[in-house]
């Protein structure tokens, strides 16, 4: 199994972004997706899950602001994220979850990550 993330970058408060997630030797629509961010010195935080039935749960900080989808003919994960703050910047990790655990923010419950892409909203 593998999960590529991408769309990172550098982007002014404000601005917007859309990362990627593509996964080979998994069915995205089978296993509960997360989008997770580690900001230096803190610790992992889930984002966004999607879960195998395409209900998803938001952290409150992002609601409103970010958009998970999920694209199963291309079987890749999306997230859209609008009116990016300094606070949003991080690197962001996709992972999968195969067993479709009840714990769905807990990172220790995804079985597979991707490796990561930076997020910097500048001032």
């Known amino acids: 199994v593998q999960l590529q993330a991408s769309g990172g970058g550098l982007v002014q408060a404000g601005g917007s972004l859309r990362l990627s997630c593509a996964a080979s030797g998994l069915t995205l629509n089978k296993a509960t997706m997360g989008w997770f961010r580690q900001a230096p010195g803190k610790e992992r935080e889930l984002v966004v899950a999607?879960?195998?039935?395409?209900?998803?749960y938001y952290r409150d900080s992002v609601k409103g602001r970010f958009t998970a989808s999920r694209d199963n003919a291309k079987n890749t994960v999306y997230l859209q994220m609008n009116s990016l703050k300094p606070e949003d910047t991080a690197v962001y990790y996709c992972?999968?979850?195969?067993?479709?655990?009840?714990?769905?923010?807990?990172?220790?419950?995804?079985?597979?990550w991707g490796q990561g892409t930076l997020v910097t909203v500048s001032s």
């Open positions: 992972a999968a979850d195969i067993h479709r655990s009840v714990s769905i923010s807990d990172a220790q419950s995804y079985d597979y």
């Open positions: 999607i879960r195998w039935s395409g209900s998803t």
